[in-house]
């Protein structure tokens, strides 16, 4: 089992930073890749980047460029750098790790970008 705890979300004007975090406890010596969702109202939940194991990286068109996932040095806290925030990054945004066969979430923290 892994826990995930989030941090970092909040409200912010366009053009704006924020930074999540989500740190893992439990089985984390199994973890293959930790990324982030949102999902906005009436919207699917989609995944905004990923990070996996070995530092390759994969971020979602719409974020590319402005955004930048990492990791601390243990890989077990990934963090998510958000700059030149738009209205439509306002969402819920869950932390998702892959350890072995499974997927766990975060609760979801919500970020709100006012114009």
């Known amino acids: 089992q892994v826990q995930l705890v989030e941090s970092g979300g909040g409200l912010v004007q366009a053009g704006g930073s924020l930074r999540l975090s989500c740190a893992a406890s439990?089985?984390?010596?199994?973890?293959?890749?930790m990324g982030w969702y949102r999902q906005a109202p009436g919207k699917q939940r989609e995944l905004v980047a990923r990070?996996?194991?070995?530092?390759?990286?994969y971020y979602v068109a719409s974020v590319k460029g402005r955004w930048t996932i990492s990791t601390d040095n243990a890989k077990t806290t990934v963090y998510l750098q958000m700059s030149s925030l738009k209205p439509e990054d306002t969402a819920v945004y869950y932390c998702?790790?892959?350890?072995?066969?499974?997927?766990?979430w975060g609760q979801g923290t919500q970020v709100t970008v006012s114009s």
């Open positions: 439990g089985s984390v010596f199994s973890i293959n890749a």
């Open positions: 998702n790790v892959l350890s072995g066969w499974n997927d766990y």
């Open positions: 990070i996996f194991s070995g530092g390759n990286a």
